[in-house]
T-cell receptor
Framework: EDQVTQSPEALRLQEGESSSLNCSYT??????LFWYRQDPGKGPEFLFT???AGEEKEKERLKATLTKKESFLHITAPKPEDSATYLC????????????FGKGTHLIIQP | SQTIHQWPATLVQPVGSPLSLECTVE??????LYWYRQAAGRGLQLLFY??????ISSEVPQNLSASRPQDRQFILSSKKLLLSDSGFYLC?????????????FGSGTRLTVV
C-alpha cells in the first residue's frame, strides 16, 4: 500500500526565517511526486511535479527536491502570504490513476 | 484555458437524505476525473476516478457512488447520507501526458450531515 508521511504537522516561522518541510513516501514504483498548497476552505493549488531522484524545481521562494525515499519543500525567506497547508502526494506506476496524499504541513509565517 | 466548476460550495443535509454533487470541466477534452474527500485530521482520500464516459472506478467501499454522463461532467451521489459522510469534497481533473501541470482541483463542497 502506498504511503505518504509529512512532517512536521505544523510549523510556525518568523517572516524571513527559512526552513524545510519533509515528505517521506513508500510506493510501488514512483510515477511522480506532487506538491500542492491549500488555503483554508479552498481546493489544493498545484505547485510542482518531480519524477526522479535528484530532480529539483523552484518557484519564487519555494524549491522542491526529491530522493528515492523523500522529498523536501524548502522555503527561503518566507512572507506571511506563504502561510498555508502544504500537501505532498505520490502517483504510483500501474496503480489507480489517482494520487495518494499525506496529511499536510500547516505552515504559519508570522510578520 | 481550462477551468473546473464544482457546486454547491456548502451543503447541510440531514442523515438519510440523498446527495448529488456536480463537477464540470471546461477547456479540455477527455479528461481523467476524480472525486476526493478531505475529512478533519486526515489527508485527501481518493473516492472515485473516471477515464471516460460511463467508466467509473471506486477506490474505497462506501455509501457513495459516482457517474460520468458526459465527457466533462462528473457527479457524486448518495441515496442515504450517513453522519460519517461529512467532509470536504473535491473534484479534480488531469490529462494523461500533462502531469507537469498536476491534477487541477475545484474549489470544493463542504458537506455537513446532521
Amino acid at each position: 500500500e502506498d504511503q505518504v508521511t509529512q512532517s512536521p504537522e505544523a510549523l510556525r516561522l518568523q517572516e524571513g526565517e527559512s526552513s524545510s518541510l519533509n515528505c517521506s513516501y513508500t510506493v510501488s514504483g514512483l510515477r511522480g511526486l506532487f506538491w500542492y498548497r491549500q488555503d483554508p476552505g479552498k481546493g489544493p493549488e498545484f505547485l510542482f511535479t518531480l519524477y526522479s531522484a535528484g530532480e529539483e524545481k523552484e518557484k519564487e521562494r519555494l524549491k522542491a527536491t526529491l530522493t528515492k525515499k523523500e522529498s523536501f519543500l524548502h522555503i527561503t525567506a518566507p512572507k506571511p502570504e506563504d502561510s498555508a497547508t502544504y500537501l505532498c502526494a505520490v502517483q504510483a506506476r500501474g496503480g489507480a490513476d489517482g494520487l495518494t496524499f499525506g496529511k499536510g504541513t500547516h505552515l504559519i509565517i508570522q510578520p | 484555458s481550462q477551468t473546473i466548476h464544482q457546486w454547491p460550495a456548502t451543503l447541510v443535509q440531514p442523515v438519510g437524505s440523498p446527495l448529488s454533487l456536480e463537477c464540470t470541466v471546461e477547456g479540455t477534452s477527455n479528461p481523467n476525473l476524480y472525486w476526493y474527500r478531505q475529512a478533519a485530521g486526515r489527508g485527501l482520500q481518493l473516492l472515485f476516478y473516471s477515464v471516460g464516459i460511463g467508466q467509473i472506478s471506486s477506490e474505497v467501499p462506501q455509501n457513495l457512488s459516482a457517474s460520468r454522463p458526459q465527457d466533462r461532467q462528473f457527479i457524486l451521489s448518495s441515496k442515504k447520507l450517513l453522519l460519517s459522510d461529512s467532509g470536504f469534497y473535491l473534484c479534480a481533473w488531469s490529462v494523461t501526458g500533462l502531469a507537469n501541470y498536476g491534477y487541477t482541483f475545484g474549489s470544493g463542497t463542504r458537506l455537513t450531515v446532521v
